[in-house]
């Protein structure tokens, strides 16, 4: 299936409905973060320096997949790292990049995730890595997030926020949710001491189980 049209007025509705969500669930404050959606011809992201609560549909803006803009606002200052991963990871349908209370807590101590509860394999590995800092909105910065993106489908920014991808907009936020869940409770049972961590035989078995986890019961072992 082709990924839809930038200019739909359905997904950019879509669109400022994912970025308002990331608002309402405290993912994000005021004008912080972004989201995108991978479309026929580049992707659609939202607009720089602005709240979603000050947009509208028709500020969304379309990004080519050569890197150029059309529309009267700007793309988000973070539009680098969007367009980088797509070509990177065709699988990713929709990125968010948020400033996630708990995950941002952790970024700026800039701490891997390790293998303390199993769902951490539900972004592809046994950790969750910490991309490197850079100065936002920088080459330099997506090319970091790149690589702590390999094989994965979440990392954190050091002292930034978290970026997470799904299938589609829809599936993104589920997973940003989930993500910001799982870095509370990190932070929370590190305040008792080191958590028991899990061995890497057992989070591979983990790994290899949501290889199917979620899909139709004809797809699965």
């Not at 309402?24 to 912080?32: E, F, K, P, W």
């Not at 699988?91 to 951490?120: D, K, N, S, V």
């Not at 539900?122 to 991309?131: E, L, N, S, W, Y």
């Not at 690589?147 to 940003?176: D, K, Q």
Request: aromatic share 6%; glycine share 8%; hydrophobic share 40%.
């Amino acid at each position: 299936m082709s990924p839809p049209d930038a200019q739909g007025a359905d997904l950019r509705a879509e669109l400022l409905a994912t970025a308002l969500a990331t608002s309402a669930a405290r993912l994000n404050t005021g004008s912080s973060g972004n989201a995108s959606v991978r479309t026929r011809g580049g992707m659609l992201i939202t607009p720089s320096g602005l709240a979603p609560e000050s947009c509208s549909g028709d500020d969304m803006v379309v990004v080519a997949a050569d890197g150029t803009p059309t529309g009267r606002l700007a793309p988000s200052s973070e539009w680098r790292l969007h367009h980088d991963l797509y070509a990177l990871r065709p699988e990713a349908g929709a990125i968010i990049h948020a400033h996630a209370p708990f995950a941002t807590a952790l970024a700026c101590q800039r701490l891997e995730i390790p293998p303390f509860h199993y769902m951490i394999a539900r972004f592809g590995g046994p950790t969750v890595r910490c991309a490197a800092y850079a100065t936002f909105g920088t080459q330099a910065l997506s090319d970091n997030i790149s690589i702590a993106m390999e094989g994965r489908s979440a990392c954190l920014m050091a002292n930034h926020g978290m970026l997470v991808f799904g299938r589609n907009l829809a599936n993104a936020l589920a997973l940003a949710l989930e993500f910001e869940s799982l870095c509370e409770q990190y932070w929370r049972t590190r305040q008792l001491g080191e958590p028991v961590l899990l061995s890497n035989e057992e989070m591979q078995e983990v790994v290899e189980r949501f290889r199917w986890y979620g899909k139709p019961a004809e797809q699965q072992p």
